[in-house]
């Protein structure tokens, strides 16, 4: 059997860190309604991770500040969230199933 090492410890304090410095940002860990670590801001997916160490550095990523408006910001359009239901902001965007 092969052991699987730790992820870094820090991801704890990467998570709250970010939450105090973005906290126009909604987050919601994996859970019944998604299996994956999830970020909205005004309604709209704008990134997510398996891990939360990928979740954080997707998050980390994205642009500051982040576009204000739905449908402008850098992430995911709220229509390709399973989770969230089709978005009046993401029609006419172009994008499609």
Request: charged share 25%.
């Amino acid at each position: 059997m092969q052991e699987v090492p730790p992820g870094p410890p820090d991801q704890v304090r990467r998570l709250e860190r970010y939450r105090q410095e973005h906290p126009d940002v909604d987050i919601e860990p994996p859970g019944a309604r998604s299996a994956v670590w999830r970020a909205f801001r005004d309604g709209d997916l704008i990134a997510y991770g398996f891990t939360l160490m990928v979740f954080l550095e997707r998050l980390e990523d994205l642009p500051e500040p982040l576009v204000a408006g739905r449908g402008q910001g850098p992430g995911i359009p709220a229509m390709l969230d399973p989770g969230r239901g089709m978005s009046t902001s993401a029609v006419g965007s172009g994008l499609s199933r």
